[in-house]
């Protein structure tokens, strides 16, 4: 995980939310509002997430060995589906809970000003957070691609995971805001609970969308659209190859791809032939597409009767020109 690219969101926002933690803690003790130890506590889950994303991409680094042969790049999709699970269960359902018992008991809301001086300081750190994930990821995302595009297809889980979390704990200040804020107007301890309420939904909902997208990862996602395109015109480029009979792909980490195939070469080759073509083979790919740091090329002889064309959502076949 580079240090100026996932690393520098989850730093700005694990700094942001520490301090927002503590003040948060301090108006809820001072005003008992119900919104701020919901808030107070999302934003220690989400300093602890950002400390787990960390320790992700440390344990990331580890080099291969025998126990782990193609190394341990996925340790980030683990953590991020940690995450997932962290937000859900020490954010979600706690203020879910919380503002479902001060429905049923209010509890009064007094010294209204710190909370909302708290809320206002908060928006503009969060702000400064998001500002900074947004940056970051602006480096890696595709041009013209959504950001709901990004979230969807990014193989690196950091950022995307606090692209959300920043945007969840900008929505869950705003809905503080509106719950302390209605309370102090009309002195109504009510509107402190539902705004907590919402405030446990939104996490709910934030981590079932990260719970989801993490778990595709640890399944075993392959090769982008352009990635995948770019492996099949660099196999195909030197002319070697008579067919590209199939091939697959398989992200073994964000910044490592596996890259299996089988190519037909001309059935009266050399062995040292085919051995030399298949070493140019790999390099137009780890030239084309960096990240294929694990190839194997299979080379073959073309036989349609049993290599029949496969379903195109899993194989390519072309022919030769």
């Known amino acids: 995980m580079s240090a100026t690219g996932g690393s520098k969101a989850i730093i700005a926002a694990f700094l942001a939310n520490m301090g927002i933690a503590v ?16 808030e107070a506590i999302h934003s220690v889950a989400d300093s602890g997430n950002q400390l787990l994303l960390l320790l992700g991409g440390k344990k990331a680094q580890r080099k291969a060995d025998r126990e782990h042969p193609f190394g341990y790049g996925r340790e980030r999709y683990v953590y991020a589906f940690v ?24 509890h009064e809301v007094t010294n209204y000003w710190i909370p909302l001086t708290v ?41 995307p995971v606090v692209l959300l979390e920043d945007i969840a704990a900008l929505i869950g200040l705003l809905l503080a805001l509106f719950g302390v804020g209605l309370t102090a ?39 982008s659209e352009s990635d995948h395109d770019a492996i099949i015109e660099a196999i195909e480029a030197g002319g070697e190859v008579q067919r590209l009979i199939h091939m697959k792909t398989l992200h073994i980490g964000p910044d490592e791809l596996l890259v299996a195939a089988k190519v037909a070469l001309a059935s009266d080759k050399l062995v040292r032939d085919a051995a030399r073509d298949i070493d140019d083979i790999e390099k137009r790919i780890r ?21 029949p064309e496969p379903p195109t959502d899993v194989f390519v076949l072309k022919s030769a020109d």
């Open 287 to 307: 030239d084309a597409v960096p990240k294929a740091r694990i190839i194997y090329i299979e080379p073959d002889i073309y036989r349609p009767a049993l290599d």
């Open 119 to 159: 809320l206002a300081i908060a928006i503009l750190l969060e702000s400064f957070s998001l500002r900074t994930a947004i940056k970051e990821s602006n480096k890696v995302r595709e041009p013209g691609q959504s950001w709901v595009a990004f979230v969807r297809r990014a193989k690196a889980p950091e950022l």
């Open 23 to 38: 003040a948060k803690f301090v108006a809820w003790l001072l005003s008992g509002s119900a919104s701020m130890l919901a």
């Open 185 to 223: 107007i009309t002195h109504n301890p009510m509107w402190d609970a539902i705004g907590t309420l919402l405030i446990g939904l939104l996490l709910i909902l934030v981590a079932i969308v990260l719970g989801v997208e993490t778990k595709s990862l640890l399944v075993g996602e392959g090769a």
């Open 83 to 106: 995450v997932s699970i962290i937000l859900f269960s020490a954010g979600g359902l706690f203020s879910v809970y919380e503002g479902v018992n001060k429905l049923r008991d209010p």
